[in-house]
């Protein structure tokens, strides 16, 4: 039979052990405590940066679903090294699906203009969100991705 002292000692034992966690939590030193004993922290993503992060994968797949709707259109364009980019670059985020927002123009010259927008608009919405980005890991796929959609946008130009 446990006597109340013991009973006592070890509620006082645990919650001074989950004052310790919680204020280790609080404080960000939990992972250094951790580290500290041998353990491997995990941390756990921001919110933010994977917010920002599932926005880049769903436009990237619009742009993804937008340049194949062309290419169907259009098969005459040789859009091939651009959507291989963007499949890349949908990797890189992990992916993501979406259908083309609208169907592309008939004329194939409206139809290259139409996507050199985009990737451009998307260039500079990816260079916004690495510059916001908390994780170096996050700001580096976004600034490729930003990179990456301007090559587009190039090859697009050269096209028309």
């Avoid at 009973?7 to 919680?22: C, D, H, K, P, S």
């Avoid at 499949?87 to 259908?99: C, D, K, N, P, V």
């Avoid at 008939?106 to 919405?125: H, I, P, Q």
Wanted: avoid cysteine.
């Amino acid at each position: 039979m446990m006597t109340r002292r013991v009973l006592i000692g070890t509620g006082t034992a645990v919650a001074v052990g989950a004052g310790l966690l919680v204020a280790g939590e609080r404080t960000g030193r939990l992972d250094d405590v951790a580290d500290a004993v041998g353990l491997d922290p995990k941390p756990l993503p921001d919110p933010d940066d994977t917010r920002v992060l599932r926005r880049a994968a769903t436009s990237t797949a619009g742009l993804l679903a937008a340049v194949e709707a062309t290419v169907a259109t259009h098969p005459s364009l040789d859009l091939v090294p651009v959507a291989r980019t963007v499949r890349e670059q949908l990797a890189a985020m992990g992916g993501a699906t979406a259908s083309p927002s609208t169907a592309p123009p008939a004329d194939a010259r409206a139809a290259l203009r139409a996507l050199d927008t985009a990737f451009g608009e998307a260039a500079e919405a990816r260079a916004r969100d690495a510059r916001s980005a908390g994780s170096a890991a996050l700001v580096r796929v976004l600034a490729s991705a930003s990179a990456g959609h301007a090559q587009a946008q190039r090859i697009i130009g050269e096209l028309r």
